[in-house]
Structures are given as structure tokens and as C-alpha cells.
């Protein structure tokens, strides 16, 4: 059974720091993309980043771009999301998702999903 469990969450003041982890388990993930996406209330689950679990290449919001970097550790079977500089308008609950194929940004492209990790930037 594959698990996605996400940590790292909290409040952080405006231009802070974050790293959010999201452990993975139940099969090898070798031919898989992870991501992250991220739903504040009343709007749409969005695409943040992603990642290809083999090689590494990613593809980025244009939102976060320069700001939030997606990385993974193989060996430990984790996919992080450092974020820096946050904004208030980084508030959000995020999640971290797989799917087999290539990078995709729709979230209905994803089949598998964690229950999500609070993410709150005061002002």
C-alpha cells in the first residue's frame, strides 16, 4: 500500500524559511514523478513543483520559481520543498502526490496523495 506522509508544516513569519518533507513507502518509485501542490481555502488544489524520482529534472511554478526548490533523497525515500522568502500568499495546506509517467501539473493527473501538511506566512 503506497503511503505519502508529509511533515515540516507551521507558521512562519513573512520571508521565512520552511522545509517540508513527505516520507514515501509501499513500492519502489523508480519510473514515478512526486509533487507538491498546495489548496488555500476556497480555491483550487495548485500545482507547486514536481519532480522525476529517477533523474531529477523538475518543472516549477512560475509563483515559486526562484523562491521554493523541490528535491528528493533517494535513500531515504523522501521528497522535500524548501521555501524561502514565503509570502502571505503562500498560505496553504500542502500536499505531496506520485504518478507514474512524465511531470504533469494537473492534480487529477496524480494517483496518489498525502494528507497534507498547514503551511501559515503572517504579515
Known amino acids: 500500500q503506497v503511503q505519502l506522509v508529509e511533515s515540516g508544516g507551521g507558521l512562519v513569519q513573512a520571508g521565512g524559511s520552511l522545509r517540508l518533507s513527505c516520507a514515501v513507502s509501499?513500492?519502489?518509485?523508480?519510473?514515478?514523478?512526486m509533487g507538491w501542490f498546495r489548496q488555500a481555502p476556497g480555491k483550487e488544489r495548485d500545482f507547486v513543483a514536481a519532480?522525476?524520482?529517477?533523474?531529477?529534472?523538475?518543472n516549477t511554478a512560475n509563483s515559486v520559481k526562484g523562491r521554493f526548490t523541490i528535491s528528493r533523497d533517494n535513500a531515504k525515500n523522501t521528497l522535500y520543498l524548501q521555501m524561502n522568502s514565503l509570502k502571505s500568499e503562500d498560505t496553504a495546506v500542502y500536499y505531496c502526490?506520485?504518478?507514474?509517467?512524465?511531470?504533469?501539473?494537473?492534480?487529477?493527473?496524480?494517483?496518489?496523495w498525502g494528507q497534507g501538511t498547514q503551511v501559515t506566512v503572517s504579515s
Open positions: 519532480i522525476n524520482w529517477d533523474y531529477g529534472s523538475t
Open positions: 502526490a506520485a504518478r507514474q509517467g512524465a511531470i504533469a501539473t494537473n492534480n487529477y493527473h496524480y494517483d496518489y
Open positions: 509501499g513500492r519502489t518509485f523508480s519510473g514515478y514523478v
